[in-house]
């Protein structure tokens, strides 16, 4: 059995080296996120809003607080996607270039609030998609698409992985929400056969086998403003499996805003689902761990 999970750990901090920091000195929500990973135990784990440093030293640093709490992971997977990156345009409409929205991915400074992927298993061949265009001629990844293979003991099978753009913060054109619909569209896509040229310069279509697509996708089936037709396929593309267990359930707290389901964990049809569940805890993130035990 292998437990997969994703786990948006609202890690994004206001400035680079914040995280670092911020692990160094154990503060109370590194240790309570680190608590929430140990007690679950996952095998495959996709860390969501993680800041991205270019050394990979916070992640690093944060491996090492899993290894005191047991939880060891030997192999990971942090390219460089699009979390604030600069874009070269006045997307914000405020006449200048620098502002928060700026970005290919929003974030205050390049890296912040990425994606990272832990295995206690090797992981092979990866392909990543953050060079894929939108509509408005910009990458179209909120932070990036993943396509890793993890080498289980009982056989490959591959993480498909993403964290989609929120579909708020914009205007009447709803900018973001078309933009966050593009994104999850990609996963039908690509599930479907399309062959996308990726950041190597690859132009494949998906190599098929035993899969789990997993993430913050920023939308819920039912609430909140995301477009709901692209996330509804996706849950019931003859590939995937939304599991029984998981859905309906809230997986993000926004106080005010309500609970929604948000994050992911779709395994494919190939993949026997033996169990499942969320766990949050709110010293630690306003998002829960999502986790899925499948047999090969």
């Known amino acids: 059995m292998l437990r997969v999970a994703t786990y948006n750990v609202s890690l994004g901090r206001n400035g680079p080296g914040m995280l670092w920091k911020a692990i160094l000195d154990r503060d109370v929500q590194i240790m309570a996120v680190a608590g929430v990973i140990a007690e679950v135990r996952p095998d495959v784990l996709l860390l969501t809003d993680f800041d991205r440093d ?11 607080v899993l290894a005191a709490e047991g939880m060891d992971y030997p192999y990971s997977f942090a390219p460089a996607g699009n979390a ?16 928060w929205r700026d ?28 060079k894929v265009a939108g ?57 479907d056969g399309e062959a996308f040229t990726d950041d190597a310069g690859l132009q494949a279509p998906f190599a098929g086998g035993d899969f789990v697509l997993l993430g913050d996708l920023n939308n819920d089936p039912v609430q909140g403003e995301g ?14 499996q939304d599991v029984e267990g998981l859905r309906g359930i809230p997986t993000a707290d926004w106080g005010d805003i309500g609970r929604m389901r948000v994050d992911y964990v779709l395994p494919s049809r190939s993949l026997d689902v033996v169990d499942a569940g969320v766990v949050m ?3 630690a993130s ?9 047999r090969q």
């Open 84 to 99: 604030g990156v600069p874009a070269g345009r006045d997307l914000d409409g405020d006449g200048s270039d620098t502002g």
């Open 281 to 283: 805890e709110s010293d």
């Open 286 to 294: 306003n998002h829960a761990l999502v986790r899925v035990d499948i």
């Open 227 to 240: 477009l709901k037709p692209p996330l509804l396929a996706l849950l019931s593309h003859p590939r995937v």
């Open 135 to 191: 509509e408005n001629g910009l990458p179209l990844a909120y932070r990036a698409f993943w396509d890793v293979v993890v080498q289980a003991p009982d056989g490959d099978f591959r993480i498909l992985a993403s964290h989609a753009t929120p579909p708020v913060f914009d205007g009447p054109e709803d900018e973001n929400g078309r933009r966050n619909a593009a994104e999850i569209r990609f996963w039908l896509r690509y599930l």
């Open 54 to 64: 270019y050394d990979g030293v916070a992640l690093a640093a944060f491996r090492q």
């Open 103 to 130: 970005t290919l991915g929003f974030g205050k400074f390049r890296g912040n609030g990425a994606m990272a992927l832990l295995s206690r298993y090797p992981l092979g061949e990866a392909r990543t998609f953050a």
